[in-house]
């Protein structure tokens, strides 16, 4: 199949996939009263999910990415281009979720990787679109890391477009507000009930369900949290700029430690 085929096939899938998780959340909220057009959605879906996601996939891949690979073609002789493309796609799921959920945890026991991230946090009602605002730091540091082994290691062209399809798709699986049980596989594969938890300011979860795609990370690390009750509230203890670009200046604004993260560094 052409990557352009490939390309189209995963666009038409995003689209749908949004439709899907839309309807659900008003079919079957885990919050209920959450408005649609809730307070920030379109700093979410214009800011960061249109015009900063299309940036920044310039930056990281023509700025980036091709420059790095120019300069060790040929000299990295490790490659998986002759694996099937669906052991591929799995390999580079597994190993990047992996180190996912490392990074997402020191984030939040770094003070100066948290400032990378706090953002993520900001919104105080979570859906589908909560979990595009990321600080273009944080973005440019992730899929450098997870797009440029892909490249390096021969894989084939389209597995880029199908699995920013799954971490797009996946990651507004785990925000969307949802209710939605997956019984035991919860353990495994991760989804709204566990990482709706993560979003909230409860002291319980400031260190707990980092994970993204599969669950079993927290499982095994030993900080999944889980509780049958739900949050009261979501978001940060501390104000937080509302405008896309207070969002950003303000990791930089002030070095200074908040009561608040001085609560997360005791926990």
């Known amino acids: 199949m ?3 085929d490939v390309n189209i096939i995963c666009f038409v899938s995003l689209i749908l996939g949004v439709v899907l998780l839309i309807f659900l959340e ?13 307070d ?3 700093t979410d879906l214009i800011s960061y999910a249109i015009i ?8 990281i891949f023509d700025y980036i990415i091709a420059p790095i690979n120019h300069s060790i073609h040929g000299k990295f002789h490790l490659s998986i281009s002759e694996w099937p493309i669906g052991w591929q796609l799995v390999f580079f799921l597994f190993t990047h979720d992996l180190y996912i959920y490392w990074f997402h945890r020191w984030q939040h026991a770094n003070k100066v990787l948290w400032r990378t991230h706090e953002a993520h946090h900001s919104n105080q009602q979570i859906d589908w679109i909560a979990g ?3 600080h273009s730091i944080e973005i440019i540091i992730n899929q450098t890391i997870e797009f440029l082994p ?11 477009p199908i699995k920013g399809l799954v971490d797009g798709l996946w990651g507004m699986f785990i925000h969307s507000n949802i209710r939605v049980s ?4 919860k353990y495994i594969i991760n989804g709204p009930e566990f990482h709706l938890w993560h979003h909230a300011n409860h002291r319980e979860v400031f260190h707990a369900n980092f994970s993204t795609k599969f669950s079993f990370w927290d499982v095994i690390f030993g900080t999944l949290y889980e509780s ?4 009261s509230s979501w978001g940060l203890y501390y104000k937080f700029p509302k405008n896309y670009f207070a969002q950003h200046w303000y990791a930089f604004y002030r070095w200074t430690f908040e009561p608040w993260e001085k609560k997360r560094e005791d926990t």
Do not use: E, T
Request: charged fraction near 20%.
């Open 150 to 160: 892909i490249i390096i290691l021969g894989a084939d062209p389209i597995i880029i």
């Open 40 to 42: 920030g959605f379109w």
């Open 2 to 4: 052409k990557l352009l």
């Open 132 to 134: 595009a605002r990321s």
């Open 26 to 38: 008003r079919k079957h909220p885990y919050r209920k009263g959450v408005p649609f057009f809730r």
């Open 182 to 185: 997956l019984g035991k596989l």
């Open 228 to 231: 049958p009750n739900q949050p």
């Open 52 to 59: 900063q996601s299309f940036l920044l996939k310039i930056i």
